[in-house]
């Protein structure tokens, strides 16, 4: 059976997610991670795109990353980012055999019906992975994710996030806009409440 071809377009987010293989959790330690962060940043070096938010759980990822005219497709960046984690992490484990679960999966932000809530849901659905997890209790104290750029104008990132137009949209300065973000992160926490109730 034949796989659904993939839409490789410039100038657009995904959304892309990948799993450990049979859902392990093999990023659970904290050089693991850093292991990813360093793979990001050389992806970063090497392919001309640009990462938006990141999150790093113990089995899976999730990155948003928007496509630039002239430079590389989703597919190069993505196979580059876990062909090179993969081959390190099997190095640093000595071990041999496949490292990811399956293709990564992904989502264009600019298709959803209203493509600006649909990236705020996406970057709050990122924030919030780490505390539904029970890795900690508010999102900012998370070091392998990316929220804090969008509402600490001074956080700096362990990888270089360009932040995204939707958000520069949200407001003139980056007061209005991270303050619009934590509005959002309100209203889509009461959201989930109301949903588990």
């Keep these: 059976m034949s796989r659904n071809g993939r839409i ?3 100038g657009v987010t995904y959304h892309v997610m990948s799993r450990c293989i049979e859902k392990k959790p093999l990023m659970k330690h904290k050089y693991l991670k850093d292991l990813m962060l360093s ?4 992806a970063l070096e090497k392919y001309v795109f640009e990462l938006s938010a990141f999150t790093i759980m113990d089995n899976h990822f ?3 990353i928007r496509t630039v005219v002239g430079g590389e497709d989703i597919s ?3 196979q580059f ?6 081959r390190k992490y099997n190095k640093i484990m000595n ?12 989502k264009i932000i600019e298709y959803a019906e209203d493509p600006l ?6 970057l709050q659905y990122l924030a919030e ?12 104290d998370y070091k392998y994710s990316s929220y804090k750029c969008y509402i600490d104008e001074n956080y700096k990132s362990p990888v270089k996030i360009t932040l995204h137009p939707y958000f520069i949209n949200l407001g003139s300065n980056f007061k209005e806009r991270a303050q619009v973000i934590q509005d959002f992160e309100e209203a889509y926490r009461k959201a989930i409440l109301l949903k588990v109730v």
Excluded: C
């Design 8 to 10: 490789r377009l410039p």
């Design 39 to 42: 793979v990001l940043n050389q």
């Design 62 to 64: 999730h990155f948003l």
């Design 76 to 78: 190069r960046i993505m």
């Design 81 to 86: 980012i876990k062909s090179q984690y993969a």
């Design 95 to 106: 071990r041999t055999g496949p490292y990811w679960n399956e293709r990564f999966s992904d």
């Design 117 to 122: 809530s649909a990236f705020n849901n996406v």
């Design 129 to 140: 992975n780490p505390v539904r997890s029970g890795y900690v209790k508010d999102p900012r």
